[in-house]
């Protein structure tokens, strides 16, 4: 009962249950109980286990909920969130709007609610705002700080204060912003915003939804109209969720083909309720797990199945993965599924056309594991961006592969790996660099291979996907504290 993947789109959104948090102690407060921070502390390892099986209760959409807590803290009025991610990276995002106005709390009943001050109302954070692993949260709020008539520091952890963030300085600074950093653009970064911003119109040199959305959210307090020009459509969960809070958005296509995305400024964001879907790339860890492991059967409800996330299942599918989606439905713009996988054939190496990258961007290391249990070779190719992400991503997935005994070679952008049909060897220590998809993408390999697969460092992971262990364990992975394992 496979559905076609192309008949996953979105309609027109509908308002749902929202939550958003604060408890008035600063962003790192809430952490959940279960997967406590010692869980993922130091070195993890994986073994081989038997076929998975169960229901998988993937964590909510990184990019949704950053943009629920960010807008819900621009809007007039209260915005209740459901479904938010409850990880580091969010809560850094709610720790910044808080230290700029907002007022965000989790209820008793599981709901965030954010207050919002509205547009063109935040106040100059006291304090540096440490983003902590996110690129998301840094470069959507220097748009956001950009159009405010305050100044706010940027500063990150030792993987965020490597990242390029010149690609959102030059439009910001188009626009009117001013930045002082470190060389190369890097941070710790200072951002004076002004409430004079100019709208520019602006093509993206690299596909990235992060950059289209720093613009957007400048743009909505500039005088005139900004319009966003992207070559290679990226995720659209700005474009959706601000029409969620009321902000007319404009989307077109060209004659050559671009998408143009317009907003005018001085609109108003009204307060909503937000339902964050769960995440397709968090999905993507258990659903790999599950197609390499002969035998697997696992359900993933409530999956965000946005058309320009889902490059990764496309790429499965034709691998010759068996995934249904069932339960489709669509909230607050966002389209979703329940994910069935069962694992009745070893998948088969393909291509991946350059066209499918911006809606895979991240799940490039998990697709890396599954190519390197099929049978023959996977080529991936148009990777640049790869390299600039939490890690050097080619070149983290690369060095794991080959000590785990892949054959594959590496170019500057793309990746071959072949597989021989049966999973690698294994027996490696791998180095996670402060990359929550690395240290996860190779806990899932050690789920088959013959020796033990253990990571250096574990607690990336809770950046994005807090309840990852307790979740594989209880699908029947053997992942446990290096040693913990038998
Ligand atoms: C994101 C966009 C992507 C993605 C990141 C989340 C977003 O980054 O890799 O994990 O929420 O907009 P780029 O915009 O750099 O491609």
């Known amino acids: 009962m496979s559905i076609k993947i192309s008949d996953l789109s979105p309609s027109s959104p509908s308002a749902a249950d929202l939550n958003f948090a604060d408890d008035g102690a600063g962003g790192h407060s809430m952490h959940p109980n279960a997967n406590s921070a010692a869980a993922y502390q130091s070195s993890l390892q994986s073994r081989k286990c038997a076929a998975l099986s169960g229901i998988a209760r993937v964590p909510g959409d990184k990019s949704i909920s950053h943009r629920a807590l960010m807008f819900g803290a621009l809007a007039e009025g209260e915005t209740m969130i459901s479904g938010l991610l409850e990880g580091e990276d969010v809560y850094n995002t709610a720790g910044a709007m808080r230290a700029m106005g907002a007022h965000i709390q989790k209820g008793e009943d599981g709901l965030w609610r954010c207050f919002g001050r509205g547009l063109g109302n935040l106040v100059e954070p006291a304090q540096v705002l440490d983003m902590g692993n996110s690129g998301t949260s840094t ?18 952890d030792a993987s965020l204060i490597k990242r ?25 970064m200072a951002v004076r915003g002004s409430e004079a911003l100019k709208a520019i119109t602006y093509r993206l040199p690299v596909a990235s939804a992060q950059v289209k959305s720093a613009i957007l959210l400048a743009g909505l307090n500039a005088s005139g109209e900004t319009q966003v020009i992207e070559d290679h459509p990226t995720r659209d969960h700005s474009e959706n969720m601000l029409r969620h809070f009321g902000v007319e958005v404009d989307v077109g296509t060209q004659k050559d083909g671009s998408d143009i995305i317009a907003v005018r400024g001085g609109q108003r964001l009204r307060g909503c309720s937000v339902d964050v879907p769960a995440d397709p790339s968090s999905a993507g860890f258990p659903v790999v797990a599950a197609l390499i492991n002969a035998g ?21 599918l034709e691998m010759g993965a068996e995934i249904a989606f069932e339960n489709r439905t669509i909230s607050a713009g966002e389209a979703t599924a329940t994910l069935h996988v069962r694992a009745h054939k070893t998948l088969r190496g393909v291509d991946v056309p350059e066209h499918r990258v911006p809606s895979m961007i991240d799940e490039f290391p998990i697709l890396a594991m599954a190519a390197a249990c099929s ?3 996977t080529r991936m190719r148009g990777l640049a961006e790869l390299r600039v992400k939490e890690s050097d991503r080619l070149l983290m997935v690369a060095n794991g592969l080959k000590a785990c005994g892949v054959e594959l ?7 071959t790996i072949h597989g021989r049909g049966r999973p690698p060897r294994g027996g490696a220590m791998i180095e996670t660099a402060l990359d929550h998809r690395i240290a996860m993408s190779f806990l899932i390999l050690g789920t088959v291979t013959d020796e033990p697969i253990a990571i ?21 992975a053997d992942i446990h504290a290096a040693d913990a394992s038998k």
Do not use: K
């Open 375 to 377: 049978d023959g070779t």
């Open 139 to 156: 470069r959507l709020l220097m748009g956001i700080v950009a159009a405010h008539p305050i100044c706010a520091v940027f500063t990150g």
């Open 296 to 316: 697997s059967d696992v359900r993933l409800p409530n999956i965000g199945m946005n058309p320009r996330r889902i490059g990764l299942y496309e790429t499965l």
């Open 456 to 476: 250096d460092d574990g607690g990336a992971i809770r950046t994005s996907f807090p309840n990852f262990l307790s979740l594989m364990q209880e699908l029947g």
């Open 164 to 188: 390029p963030m010149a690609r959102v300085m030059t439009p910001l600074e188009q626009m009117g912003a001013a930045f002082m950093g470190r060389g190369g653009g890097r941070l710790p």
């Open 409 to 415: 070679e590496m170019g500057e952008d793309w990746l």
